[in-house]
């Protein structure tokens, strides 16, 4: 309206300030905008920039290729375990880290590639390896929370890493947090259900249900089909039907054309068989089994004859060890001997089956055996697998540091870095933080690995242990009647945070508490120091650390290497983050996949596409 506005000008004109009458504030939600597709993104293109059809198309696929992934190999935390990468659903629920550095959860995918590229390989002082591609930023602490693309990263750079560091970690009954645990726990038929389909896996049912399947499967066509599929001859059916000893691929099928339900299988199921053995196996996952496991990858030995050797000659504990062993073996029903070379046997063909699908390979096992998902459906379960694998491989000493205090040394011993790297993860869900050191000859080849847990978190691994362990449970004791000292700089603290610590604190707080000797010469702080004096602090990104479910590690070492293969990411849904070898990363910032959203704002294309 040029009236309306002119008669604005002239009141106006003349005036040399403005105040505010009055301020308006309303909240809105928009939508975002929908996804491109091909042709669309092509038609965009045209229009804004006249692109050819061809070159966006070119420019799309270099988008595509600059993705930013991960090595196949890497540990991704969930809410019902830790899986490599490489293994995880298209979808579901990754952990990751709020706003405020705690533990939560959230919806994720999954995204994969093909590269031939240099790759890098982060190497903190803890141990921990991490491999990406150039552009994956990871979590740092330069004065101040940042992503930091990987190939911008430098040597001694302070990485964010993941611990738990709730109070309510476990209690006397080592009850869970809601966030790392499965609404229920797998039975033994479930498992044998869902991960056994060998020629030689069995299920044996009870005659009742023999019969019944025997009456619904009538014609001979049904018959003649069953025969064909799973390649048997007539005699061999019926002998199936006769003993109640039918494979475990045969009763899948059955229970996928309604023949028989899974409930069927339930109430009328008496073990689990392996091969020829006429002993089935009718356990349930419990302390004992996974006791027993734990012992096994420790320093026991599948033989290909169905038997589970372990040497009971270890310092003077032989008794302790066999009485152990002789614990879990009442309890599962199990067979054993021991002979005169001090070695225990069990003979079960369908027990060692069940070990080997779990983790633990026939003959030589040393650097392939792994730690299965299901443990981590019970704390309990996670501390007696821990406990069987620390009597047989574990170690305890005693360290004289200053001022004639004892230091605890607990350490788990192997070949398989990988699987120490595991535990390593799972003791950092529990709040018990350690390091993992490669030992090496004169010659520098490798002769083995130790995760050795931070002596101020030694209490913390023995209120797990304790009611687990069974060999060694005078060692675990001594962790008690030691006084596990102050941080010193020998002592491999986790959570030493360097800062230039000016205006880090409210005023007068350096002098109350002496940290004048930090601040002048810029020295690391404690996590534990930081978190007591957390509510002192101005800064927000260090409130937070102090707070939250994390710890630092620097970075030792930063190199390339040739890679060519197969690289992973996750899009993680609100907080874009998750647990990568324990490491905070970010999670794809742009998913290559239909979902794809981008504002349909010209300059931010364009700014998009000068960046290629």
Known sequence: DEKEANEIYNRIKDEKEAVVSSVKKTKKKTKPYP???????????????????????????????????????TLVALPNG?????????????LCLDDDLKLTKSRYKLLKRTVKEKLIKITLNDGTELITTKEHPVLVYRDGLIFVPSEELKENEQTIMFINSSEKRFNSKLQKSKIFESSRKTKFIDFILENLNGDKDYILIEPSLTKKIQKLIVS????????????????????YLRTGKIPIKIIKYLIDKDVISKKDIESNYLGFCYGTSTIPVNIEFTNDFWYLYGYVIGDGHLANKGKITIPAKDRGREKEIINAIIQSCESLNLNWRYDKYKVIHISSKSLTRIFEVLGCPYGNKTEIFDIPNIVFEDVNYIASLLAGYYDAD?????????????????????????????????????????????????????????????????????????????????ELQKVKELSIRDYKKYSHHYSIIYANWENKFKSGIIQKFNLSNQV????????????????????????????????????????????????????????????????????????????QKLPKDENYIKDILTKI
């Open 220 to 239: 001979d066509k049904s018959r003649k089909q069953i025969m064909e599929i799973f390649g048997i001859k007539e005699p061999t059916y019926y002998k």
């Open 520 to 595: 002048s010469k810029n020295k690391g702080l404690s996590l534990n120091k930081l978190r007591e004096l957390s509510e002192y602090l101005t800064d927000n990104d260090l409130k937070r650390i102090s707070k939250g479910d994390v710890y630092i590690s620097k970075i030792k070492e930063i190199k390339e290497i040739e890679y060519e293969g197969e690289v992973y990411d996750l899009t993680v849904e609100t907080y874009h983050n998750f647990i990568a070898n324990g490491v905070i990363v970010h999670n794809c910032s742009y998913p290559r996949t239909s979902s």
């Open 82 to 94: 830790i899986k490599k990468i490489k293994d995880l659903d298209e979808k579901g629920e990754v």
């Open 35 to 73: 996804p491109f597709d091909l042709g669309t993104l092509q038609r965009e293109a045209h229009r804004a920039f006249r692109f050819s059809p061809k070159k966006t198309q070119e420019i799309a696929q270099k988008l595509y290729e600059q993705g930013l992934c991960l090595h196949p190999d």
């Open 394 to 474: 574990g170690h305890f000493s005693i360290k004289k540091t200053g001022c004639n205090n004892n230091s605890p040394q607990i350490k788990l011993t192997s070949k398989n870095i990988n699987v120490l790297r595991k535990i390593k993860n799972i003791l950092q869900f529990l709040g018990i933080g350690g390091y993992i050191w490669t030992k090496r000859n004169n010659t520098g080849e490798i002769e083995g690995h130790d995760l050795n847990i931070y002596s101020k978190d030694a209490g913390k691994f023995y209120d797990l242990m304790i009611n687990h362990i069974r060999v060694k449970r005078d």
